[in-house]
């Protein structure tokens, strides 16, 4: 199965031009051929297959046909986390759009403070495009940062379950019903204001075990935990 | 805190020689100074504090001191994955063992034959080293392959509990207790064969969700739910 990740009204402007970096890659080194079925997504979490109607030099064209999942998780995750260096921060968008976060975040707290480029944030969402293909699901991740701690509050509105991880948390969570927000503190830990502000902003705690956690790693593991645990652990 | 990896009988012969990398790490660029505490590990799993004792130009002395927990999870795993490339297979060495596995063997599939050299094995352990102190765990992964496919019977010997990710399988798992074995596969997935030849050797079918996750991603998202969770999930 090959998905493609087209532009949000491409999939009611049926056909589809495929050109450019879409069309070296699914006509030259995948050698897609006429009459063979693509699917379509839109970054926003729809779905179709299509038909190759059509094959050029330099552009193809596909024709949209029926529905077919997105394949999203139905728990709307948003990571918020404090910005490691750009390629682990890669790392943590890449492994986190597989796994299904909706929202990725990147945050300053005392401990990491670092600030990212506009050219580091296309980098960023390259990576989650790519990897949107890749795993076969509809929806791009939005990508936004690095903002300042005292955003939080804003950055939380429409999140009702809010988890931060912690080494003083206890294992196990249950991320109940609604969007979740998971909250990934630097290697060097939230500071003691920052851990007062989080609960005060009714983040709980939740600890990962007793091994000192990337802050990438926290993150992919969480996501994990929430999006493919099949019962709250 | 910093953790000093050493070798296996030096937590039993104080005080301990540190020199070369691991002195210019700690003492040139951490600036480590007399009477400081480092926690030693032997990589078989004990983990003890020790004391700065003497500082030279370019050695130092340890004087160890009493135990310390070394970190490492109850549940013994064993990571068998289809080997990726070099640089997907350092970030599942690098993460797993964060988060804990005790074992990674790379195995060749269908679908993904491929095999690293004594060179690159050299550089998985490294990374693993390295994760070991970052994470401040007690226990050196052991890192094997590139293993025929046949060689599985062997490898699983030992390992009660046998489970292996496949799109096929429902969410949702119970490692139970003993060992666990978590089999990931290539990302174009395991042939009928190997499909057969798993359930064969009493492994347990688990998905992760629809969406297709790359080998280090599963490798990594399986190793969380099963050394991370509170309850089976």
């Not at 050109?19 to 699917?39: I, K, M, Q």
């Not at 910005?83 to 990725?104: N, S, Y």
């Not at 699901?137 to 939005?142: D, F, G, K, L, M």
């Not at 903002?147 to 950055?155: C, I, K, V």
């Amino acid at each position: 199965m090959i998905t493609l990740l087209v532009s949000p009204d491409a999939l009611d402007a049926s056909p589809i031009e495929v050109t450019g970096d879409s069309y070296r890659h699914l006509f030259r080194a995948r050698r897609l051929e006429l009459g063979e079925r693509v699917r379509v997504v839109d970054g926003k979490g729809h779905a179709r297959w299509s038909t190759v109607e059509q094959v050029g030099r330099t552009t193809a064209r596909l024709v949209v046909a029926e529905e077919t999942p997105g394949n999203e998780p139905e728990r709307e995750l948003t990571i918020l986390a404090a910005a490691p260096r750009m390629q682990r921060a890669a790392w943590l968008v890449e492994k986190t759009t597989e796994i299904g976060a909706v929202t990725i975040r990147f945050i300053n707290s005392e401990r990491s403070p670092r600030s990212y480029g506009e050219a580091s944030l296309g980098r960023l969402r390259r990576v989650a495009a790519a990897a949107v293909e890749q795993c076969h699901r509809a929806r791009i991740p939005e990508i936004t940062g690095v903002h300042p701690f005292s955003e939080l509050a804003n950055l939380l509105a429409g999140c009702p379950q809010r988890w931060f991880l912690d080494p003083y948390g206890a294992a196990g969570m249950d991320p109940g019903t609604g969007p979740v927000a998971l909250l990934v503190g630097p290697e060097g830990g939230w500071s003691e204001i920052e851990r007062e502000a989080l609960l005060g902003l009714d983040c709980r705690r939740w600890g990962l075990g007793e091994r000192t956690l990337r802050v990438e790693t926290a993150a992919v593991a969480g996501c994990s935990l929430i999006l493919l645990a099949k019962t709250p652990m």
